[in-house]
């Protein structure tokens, strides 16, 4: 499984962002997909996640409201739209895939990563 993260850039508070993560697999629909974060000098944190068909979806409480994880299984892409952004927002987003969709917020979770791409979000 190979995952492709794109998307990320600069944009100033209140801005907001589409981030995209297409995997290279044969069956998409297999995997649940996850988004984590990690700012300098902190650890890799839990965004949003997201179950095989999307009919379930998980926030971590300081995105839930702002943030929408949606995915295309017909286009093995998952994507991040982030609104309302915030300078605390920014970080390396990563995209990661699992088969299993107990413990989504956990790292150790995700066989699968992303390369990440940066988002900066100045005030």
């Known amino acids: 499984v190979q995952l492709q993260a794109s998307g990320g850039g600069s944009v100033q508070a209140g801005g907001s962002l589409r981030l995209s993560c297409a995997a290279s697999?044969?069956?998409?629909?297999?995997?649940?997909m996850g988004w984590f974060r990690q700012a300098p000098g902190k650890e890799r944190e839990f965004v949003a996640a997201i179950n095989w068909r999307g009919i379930s979806t998980n926030y971590a409480d300081s995105v839930k409201g702002r943030f929408t994880i949606s995915r295309d299984n017909a286009k093995s892409t998952v994507y991040l739209q982030m609104l309302s952004l915030k300078p605390e927002d920014t970080a390396v987003y990563y995209c990661a895939a699992s088969y299993f969709y107990s413990d989504y917020d956990v790292p150790t979770n995700y066989a699968y990563w992303g390369q990440g791409t940066l988002v900066t979000v100045s005030s």
């Open positions: 697999v044969r069956t998409f629909s297999n995997y649940v």
